[in-house]
Protein backbone atom coordinates (compact mmCIF):
# COMPACT_ATOMS: atom_id res chain seq x y z
CA UNK A 1 0.00 0.00 0.00
CA UNK A 2 0.73 3.23 -0.52
CA UNK A 3 -0.39 6.74 -0.10
CA UNK A 4 0.10 10.46 -2.14
CA UNK A 5 -0.69 13.64 -0.25
CA UNK A 6 -1.40 16.56 -1.16
CA UNK A 7 -0.24 19.39 1.83
CA UNK A 8 -1.97 22.56 2.02
CA UNK A 9 0.12 25.76 3.71
CA UNK A 10 -2.16 28.44 5.37
CA UNK A 11 0.16 30.87 4.07
CA UNK A 12 -0.61 29.86 0.08
CA UNK A 13 -4.30 29.53 0.29
CA UNK A 14 -7.01 31.49 1.76
CA UNK A 15 -7.66 30.37 5.11
CA UNK A 16 -11.66 29.11 5.03
CA UNK A 17 -12.07 25.30 4.84
CA UNK A 18 -13.42 24.73 1.39
CA UNK A 19 -10.11 26.53 -0.11
CA UNK A 20 -7.78 24.55 1.68
CA UNK A 21 -9.15 21.09 0.29
CA UNK A 22 -9.35 22.49 -2.40
CA UNK A 23 -5.56 23.21 -2.61
CA UNK A 24 -5.56 19.72 -0.76
CA UNK A 25 -6.81 18.24 -3.94
CA UNK A 26 -4.78 20.02 -6.36
CA UNK A 27 -1.65 19.17 -4.77
CA UNK A 28 -2.76 15.19 -4.39
CA UNK A 29 -3.18 14.84 -7.72
CA UNK A 30 0.01 16.22 -8.82
CA UNK A 31 1.97 14.17 -5.84
CA UNK A 32 -0.01 11.51 -7.81
CA UNK A 33 1.35 12.45 -11.00
CA UNK A 34 4.85 11.83 -9.84
CA UNK A 35 4.18 8.62 -8.75
CA UNK A 36 3.23 6.35 -5.64
CA UNK A 37 4.35 7.21 -1.95
CA UNK A 38 4.77 10.80 -3.01
CA UNK A 39 3.60 14.72 -1.53
CA UNK A 40 3.66 17.55 -2.89
CA UNK A 41 3.40 20.73 -0.79
CA UNK A 42 0.67 23.47 -2.79
CA UNK A 43 2.13 26.49 -3.95
CA UNK A 44 -0.03 29.41 -6.08
CA UNK A 45 1.15 28.28 -9.52
CA UNK A 46 -0.56 24.90 -9.26
CA UNK A 47 -3.80 26.65 -9.49
CA UNK A 48 -2.57 28.98 -12.55
CA UNK A 49 -1.41 25.53 -13.77
CA UNK A 50 -4.55 23.59 -13.42
CA UNK A 51 -6.34 26.36 -15.01
CA UNK A 52 -4.25 26.45 -17.74
CA UNK A 53 -4.46 22.66 -18.25
CA UNK A 54 -8.60 22.69 -18.27
CA UNK A 55 -9.02 25.63 -20.34
CA UNK A 56 -6.62 23.81 -23.24
CA UNK A 57 -8.63 20.51 -22.53
CA UNK A 58 -11.49 22.47 -22.89
CA UNK A 59 -10.38 24.52 -26.11
CA UNK A 60 -9.21 21.15 -27.86
CA UNK A 61 -12.51 19.46 -27.15
CA UNK A 62 -13.68 22.16 -28.80
CA UNK A 63 -11.57 21.89 -31.69
CA UNK A 64 -12.31 18.93 -32.69
CA UNK A 65 -16.10 19.68 -32.89
CA UNK A 66 -15.53 22.89 -34.72
CA UNK A 67 -12.84 21.21 -37.44
CA UNK A 68 -10.46 23.03 -36.28
CA UNK A 69 -7.57 20.74 -36.61
CA UNK A 70 -5.36 20.57 -40.16
CA UNK A 71 -3.68 17.54 -41.75
CA UNK A 72 -0.47 18.63 -43.23
CA UNK A 73 1.46 16.26 -45.73
CA UNK A 74 5.34 16.11 -45.24
CA UNK A 75 6.87 13.90 -48.20
CA UNK A 76 9.05 11.04 -47.29
CA UNK A 77 11.69 10.76 -50.23
CA UNK A 78 13.41 7.91 -51.15
CA UNK A 79 17.20 9.52 -52.00
CA UNK A 80 18.55 7.41 -54.35
CA UNK A 81 15.73 8.16 -56.76
CA UNK A 82 14.74 11.22 -55.37
CA UNK A 83 11.31 9.93 -55.67
CA UNK A 84 8.27 10.45 -53.30
CA UNK A 85 7.51 7.37 -51.32
CA UNK A 86 5.00 8.26 -49.06
CA UNK A 87 3.42 10.75 -46.66
CA UNK A 88 3.69 11.96 -43.28
CA UNK A 89 0.63 13.19 -42.14
CA UNK A 90 0.78 16.29 -39.27
CA UNK A 91 -2.04 17.79 -37.23
CA UNK A 92 -1.69 20.88 -37.07
CA UNK A 93 -4.76 23.51 -34.66
CA UNK A 94 -5.75 26.59 -36.03
CA UNK A 95 -7.13 27.80 -32.67
CA UNK A 96 -9.53 31.16 -33.77
CA UNK A 97 -7.58 33.55 -31.29
CA UNK A 98 -4.37 32.32 -30.77
CA UNK A 99 -4.14 31.71 -34.13
CA UNK A 100 -1.87 28.24 -35.13
CA UNK A 101 -0.68 26.34 -32.02
CA UNK A 102 2.55 24.62 -31.19
CA UNK A 103 1.84 20.70 -31.11
CA UNK A 104 4.19 20.64 -28.12
CA UNK A 105 1.32 22.28 -26.26
CA UNK A 106 -1.32 20.29 -27.10
CA UNK A 107 -0.41 16.95 -28.38
CA UNK A 108 0.62 16.00 -24.59
CA UNK A 109 -2.56 17.16 -23.60
CA UNK A 110 -4.38 15.22 -25.98
CA UNK A 111 -2.33 11.88 -24.87
CA UNK A 112 -3.51 12.49 -21.10
CA UNK A 113 -6.84 12.70 -21.91
CA UNK A 114 -7.20 9.85 -24.39
CA UNK A 115 -8.34 13.03 -27.12
CA UNK A 116 -5.08 11.37 -28.91
CA UNK A 117 -7.51 8.39 -30.02
CA UNK A 118 -10.30 10.49 -32.21
CA UNK A 119 -8.17 12.84 -33.54
CA UNK A 120 -5.89 10.19 -34.85
CA UNK A 121 -8.59 8.36 -36.46
CA UNK A 122 -9.61 11.83 -37.79
CA UNK A 123 -6.17 12.14 -38.93
CA UNK A 124 -6.30 9.07 -40.67
CA UNK A 125 -9.62 9.64 -42.42
CA UNK A 126 -8.31 12.96 -43.43
CA UNK A 127 -5.02 11.43 -45.45
CA UNK A 128 -6.70 8.36 -46.85
CA UNK A 129 -9.36 10.61 -48.33
CA UNK A 130 -6.16 13.21 -49.62
CA UNK A 131 -4.23 10.15 -50.88
CA UNK A 132 -7.86 9.14 -53.12
CA UNK A 133 -7.76 12.45 -54.79
CA UNK A 134 -4.59 12.52 -55.35
CA UNK A 135 -4.34 9.08 -56.77
CA UNK A 136 -7.97 10.63 -58.79
CA UNK A 137 -6.00 13.59 -59.99
CA UNK A 138 -2.92 11.44 -61.67
CA UNK A 139 -0.56 11.83 -58.87
CA UNK A 140 2.19 9.14 -59.73
CA UNK A 141 2.52 8.60 -55.68
CA UNK A 142 3.70 5.02 -54.69
CA UNK A 143 3.96 3.30 -57.96
Not at 36 to 57: D, P, S, W, Y
Not at 65 to 92: H, M, N, S
Not at 120 to 142: D, I, S
Request: charged share 20%; aromatic share 8%; proline share 4%.
Amino acid sequence: MSVCMGIPLDTEVNSNAEALLQAADTAMYKAKGRGKGCHQIFNREMTAATLKRLTLETDLQRAIAQQELITYYQPIVRLATEKVVGFEALVRWQHPQRGLVSPGEFIPCMEETGLVVQVGLLVLQQACEQLNKWHQQGYPFFA
